[in-house]
């Protein structure tokens, strides 16, 4: 799998179900924007400044992080978790990164 699709399939295997929810639930709204914060704070505690390239990398990691420790996707009827909440975030945030010109 390219790089470039991690973003998309995240997004179509749960992150969308996320985006759909946080208009309905501010408390998803909240949470996400903690997860974005935190993910900023933890790129660029290591130096890097937060772009795509260390965002992919981020999502990449935790993703692979997720599924060694037995993550699995969860359904429809399923509450969020913190790796559903902290991915979206990530995507979010990669709508949203630019590379400096």
Known sequence: MSEHSWPVRIRAEFAQRVLDLRH?????????????????????????????????????????????????????????DFAVLRMTAVCLLLDTAAEPA
């Not at 400044?49 to 981020?58: E, F, I, M, T």
């Not at 999502?59 to 699995?72: S, T, V």
Request: proline share 9%; no cysteine.
């Open 24 to 80: 309905q639930h501010p408390g998803v709204l909240a949470s996400l924007d903690q997860h974005m914060a935190a993910v900023r704070q933890a790129i660029s505690g290591l130096g890097e400044r937060v772009g795509p390239s260390s965002l992919l990398a981020y999502l990449i990691g935790f993703w692979d992080g997720a599924q060694e420790k037995g993550w699995r996707t969860p359904g429809p009827d399923q509450p969020l």
